[in-house]
């Protein structure tokens, strides 16, 4: 009998690695497809976006690896007991994705001296910050990453251990006894050790070895990449011995495979003095912006949920930094909890408003397009950091050429064939993301960005003519220029 999840990937563990724990974890049945890099270009445009790993069920797809882990993990009983847990594992796993974006420039930068400056930095400063705060919330947790139990944040952790180590190329956790006991834990569950004795391995001999370590010298001496062009078979084949070998020290790996830091949110009481203390259960800390934080502002408009709305200046944000866990907001408190990372508390949010799906499946539909909406939006986001206005442009020039004529099409589709909306043929939250972002695309083009998508502009529309979110647009405070 046929297994009822097909799941597809690279032959790597990259992005799909966790999914596959999660089924092994729990015996769960499934296809593992793993299409050859050089068969890509063929297989991509059967994906929803153009992304791997995609998940299949049912005759339904869907993509987004952290959107289809927390529905897996949902089908094996690995998420939390309601949805304050949840959110305190969204935040987390939200977390290891913030910080793997940090190491972003490194893969980016060309010039050697750099680069070199880079690597100290996020070797010195940035692993022992965020790992030393791992140890910490372990230990508090009963020796995993939250609600003091295993959850798929553990398994997200663990299986993105193996991509940091070619990277770092040492144990990075060897000296944090909690969190190495954790993988142990992780590594002997009966599941997910028969998986790593079974799992596929792509069978190499010394020639793609030698071919690997030769082929960069053409580039070099050219100074062009000599294969790319015009070789995909030979370009394939070199690059499909990277991940496998283990001179690591002369291979520059990927980045977009480096899964492991957290940026954990240790919940602690944010002081009193950032805001007055009042009545509304909810409390939500964040800039005098829209921004980040403006999608949960309309959640709780529309749910009628009354909530603090704490903003603070610009310019006090260096003093009150140190008082959240990672220094970053919004955070959103409740209960003398506090929690960031602003999708995680939006998709909280949206589950008390009733804005997500009917069931599981729903909820991966609206989750990935969510993160596909985010993967738009951190497309600008080298833009915010870069101080030379000439490369400000050219950010600008590339987005509008190569990201927004992308996206765009494929997400106005979407709203078509959805009945006006983002997933599920109804409002969701997604709809409520995707109007308050889509506002800082224009911002920062200067055009009207959707001037030739009439459906997603209406959409944005229709969800900003909500009667909540009409009045709320009118009343709310103004940014700070």
């Known amino acids: 009998m046929a297994s009822s999840y097909k799941l597809t990937y690279f032959p790597t563990q990259g992005r799909a ?3 596959r724990f999660l089924f092994s974890y729990a015996g769960v049945e499934f296809e593992d497809v793993r299409i050859l890099h050089e068969d890509w270009p063929a297989f991509k445009d059967q994906t929803p976006f153009g992304f791997l790993p995609m998940l299949e069920h049912e005759g339904k797809k869907s993509h987004q690896s952290v959107a289809i882990m927390r529905y897996v993990a949902k089908q094996v009983k690995l998420a939390g007991n309601d949805d304050w847990e949840n959110l305190e594992i969204d935040a987390i796993v939200d977390s290891i994705r913030d910080c793997a974006s ?17 690597k100290e930095q996020l070797f010195k400063e940035t692993l022992p910050y965020f790992l030393t705060r791992f140890e910490v919330a372990a230990k508090k947790n009963n020796g995993y990453l939250a609600v003091g139990r295993l959850t798929w944040a553990d398994l997200y952790f663990v299986a993105g251990l193996p991509s940091l180590k070619h990277f770092t190329e040492i144990d990075i956790i060897k000296e944090y006894k ?10 002997e569950s009966p599941g997910i050790k028969k998986w790593l004795e079974n799992q596929p391995r792509i069978q190499l001999t010394w020639a793609n070895f030698y071919w690997a370590t030769i082929a960069p010298v053409f580039d070099e001496v050219t100074g062009i990449d000599t294969l790319i062009a015009n070789y995909p078979e030979l370009q394939a084949a070199k690059y499909r011995v990277n991940p496998f070998t283990v001179l690591k020290k002369w291979i520059e790996l990927d980045i977009k495979t480096l899964h492991l830091c957290d940026q954990l949110v240790v919940f602690e009481q944010v002081d009193a003095n950032i805001c007055e203390k009042m009545a509304p259960a909810y409390k939500l800390i964040y800039f005098n912006y829209t921004g980040l934080a403006e999608i949960s502002r309309f959640l709780m408009k529309y749910g009628g949920i009354d909530f603090e709305d704490c903003r603070f200046k610009t310019e006090e944000w260096p003093q009150l930094k140190p008082k959240f866990s990672f220094g970053e907001v919004p955070v959103l408190e409740h209960k003398g909890k506090v929690v960031g990372q602003s999708i995680a508390i939006a998709r909280y949010l949206a589950k008390q408003v009733k804005l997500v799906g009917n069931d599981d499946w729903e909820n991966l539909e609206i989750d990935a397009i969510v993160d596909t909406i985010n993967d738009l939006r951190l497309k600008f986001w080298p833009w915010w950091y870069e101080e030379d206005e000439a490369k400000k442009n050219v950010i600008v020039e590339n987005i509008k050429k190569d990201n927004l004529p ?4 494929r997400l106005e589709e979407i709203v078509k064939k959805n009945k006006g909306y983002l997933a599920l043929g109804r409002l969701t939250w997604a709809d409520f993301y995707w109007a308050t972002i889509a506002e800082i695309f224009d911002e920062i083009t200067g055009i009207d960005t959707l001037a030739n998508y009439p459906e997603l502009k209406a959409l944005r529309e229709r969800v900003n003519s909500l009667p909540a979110i009409k009045k709320w647009i009118e009343v709310r405070p103004k940014d700070d220029s």
């Open 406 to 409: 992308y996206y765009l099409p």
């Open 102 to 118: 940090k190491f972003h420039p490194l893969r980016f930068e060309t010039h050697d001296e750099k680069k070199k400056v880079l």
């Open 178 to 187: 909690t969190l190495a006991e954790l993988r142990t834990k992780v590594l």
């Open 17 to 19: 690695e966790s999914i």
